[in-house]
């Protein structure tokens, strides 16, 4: 069975510092890669996909993320956060179904 | 285009009772999802539904069940239910089966006492 690990529960960084959020998954086929985020108050909204091709992904607002096969990741990133990106942000793999990390809550310090 | 409409938003039952809540799709998306969120178990897959007929299924009771109506709206139906079946009810659709861009609905509150 596959399964997706966030080992950052809770990430407080300052306005403008740089984002890593990292996600490993255990599976040994193709799998699709997705990032999702919640803001507060609101759906889970999709931030970017991988599904195939080239392994740095670019999704809305700035965030990126890259697929490493090797070391079965796919860690988001943004260079530069702002306070707007205060949210709870999930890794999720899956192909017929989608199986979700438990979510890292970033705050952003003004 | 609206987006995933789920009903009702909030709902308090007792042990026991059951509960079935509503999903409509985003108009053309065919395939329906519903997960469970709570704070200890995050996001888990409970079932998907597309045509009609449920394609995948994940490690729930028999309690927890589902169907698809032919203008893909949804169901989920919970019997007898417990007090750890209180969480986020999420349904996502997207426009074909297996295809996972998913879009998530609001949720559904549920709490049992």
């Known amino acids: 069975a596959q399964s997706v690990s966030q080992h950052n529960h809770h990430v407080i960084l300052s306005e403008a510092a740089s984002l890593e959020l990292g996600c490993n998954y255990s599976?040994?086929?193709?799998?699709?890669l997705f990032w999702y985020v919640q803001y507060p108050g609101q759906h889970l909204q999709l931030l970017l996909k991988?599904?195939?091709?080239?392994?740095l992904v670019k999704g809305i607002k700035g965030f990126e993320a890259e697929f490493i096969k090797s070391k079965f990741s796919f860690n988001l990133r943004k260079p530069s956060v702002q306070w707007s990106d205060t949210a709870e942000y999930f890794c999720?793999?899956?192909?017929?179904?989608?199986?979700f990390g438990t979510g890292t809550r970033l705050t952003i310090i003004p | 285009k609206a987006g995933v409409t789920q009903t009702p938003r909030y709902l308090i039952k007792t042990r026991g009772q059951q509960v079935t809540l509503s999903c409509s799709p985003i108009?053309?998306?065919?395939?329906v999802s519903w997960y469970q969120q709570t704070p200890g178990q995050g996001l888990q897959f409970l079932f998907e539904?597309?045509?009609?007929?449920?394609?995948n299924k994940g490690n729930f009771p028999g309690r927890f069940s589902g169907r698809q109506f032919s203008n893909s709206r949804s169901e989920m139906n919970v019997s007898t239910l417990e007090l750890g079946d209180s969480a986020l009810y999420l349904c996502?659709?997207?426009?074909?089966?297996?295809?996972?861009?998913?879009?998530f609905g609001p949720g559904t509150r549920l709490t049992v006492t």
């Open positions: 996502a659709s997207s426009l074909m089966a297996g295809n996972n861009e998913q879009y």
């Open positions: 599976y040994g086929g193709t799998v699709n």
């Open positions: 991988y599904f195939s091709g080239d392994p």
């Open positions: 999720a793999v899956g192909l017929e179904k989608l199986t």
């Open positions: 108009s053309g998306h065919r395939s």
């Open positions: 539904y597309f045509s009609e007929t449920q394609r």
